[in-house]
T-cell receptor, first 114, second 114 residues
Framework: SQKIEQNSEALNIQEGKTATLTCNYT??????LQWYRQDPGRGPVFLLL?????KEKRKERLKVTFDTTLKQSLFHITASQPADSATYLC?????????????FGKGTHLIIQP | GAVVSQHPSRVICKSGTSVKIECRSL??????MFWYRQFPKQSLMLMAT?????????EQGVEKDKFLINHASLTLSTLTVTSAHPEDSSFYIC??????????FGPGTRLTVL
């Protein structure tokens, strides 16, 4: 069965530094991978989608890479701010035809310390 | 754009009663809507997928007679938890997709069954 692993349950980063979050998956060949942010008691907010034929994607201070050989995606937040503190979820998807329900990793709780 | 709303945001009910949760896509037409459930400190788990005008497809282990889903229009899906019990207490989140791979999530509904 599909397995999605995200690095550590909590990640503490100093404000201004780059936060790097890891998502590894097994038993799956996704056509794309999505990253979401979730704040306590709220639904996930879409951040970025990267497709299997894309190596890297950027949006403002966010950067995502996708290595289909390593079966891994890295999510970077540069110049991190305390407001970036949240849980970040990765969700590989696709291959089912049409819109697929997502399988999420447990998430990484990112804490940006002032 | 891509805003999804849920109502109510919070509901408390007595054991044995039924609860209806609405999910609306406010500024786009959602060909597919999904329902997820999230228990404390766990990730989101897909419950069912619904396409407008079709019967919902339920994930393994999710009782279709207990969790009734109606996707009556391209902007509205409802989830009814029938004969709710305390173990059904959870955070229910819907998402909507419109012929793209990206899913946009609602803010969630906190259900507490006494």
């Amino acid at each position: 069965s599909q397995k999605i692993e995200q690095n550590s349950e909590a990640l503490n980063i100093q404000e201004g530094k780059t936060a790097t979050l890891t998502c590894n998956y097994t038993n799956y060949s996704p056509a794309y991978l999505q990253w979401y942010r979730q704040d306590p008691g709220r639904g996930p907010v879409f951040l970025l989608l990267i497709r299997e034929n894309e190596k890297e994607k950027r949006k403002e201070r966010l950067k995502v890479t996708f290595d289909t050989t390593l079966k891994q995606s890295l999510f970077h937040i540069t110049a991190s701010q305390p407001a970036d503190s949240a849980t970040y979820l990765c969700a590989p998807g696709g291959r089912g035809g049409g819109a697929d329900g997502l399988t999420f990793g447990k998430g990484t709780h990112l804490i940006i310390q002032p | 754009g891509a805003v999804v709303s849920q109502h109510p945001s919070r509901v408390i009910c007595k054991s044995g009663t039924s609860v209806k949760i609405e999910c609306r896509s406010l500024d786009f037409q959602a060909t597919t809507m999904f329902w997820y459930r999230q228990f404390p400190k766990q990730s989101l788990m897909l419950m069912a997928t619904s396409n407008e005008g079709s019967k919902a497809t339920y994930e393994q282990g999710v009782e279709k007679d207990k969790f009734l889903i109606n996707h009556a229009s391209l902007t509205l899906s409802t989830l009814t938890v029938t004969s709710a019990h305390p173990e059904d207490s959870s955070f229910y989140i819907c998402s909507a997709s419109s012929r793209t791979d990206t899913q946009y999530f609602g803010p969630g509904t906190r259900l507490t069954v006494l």
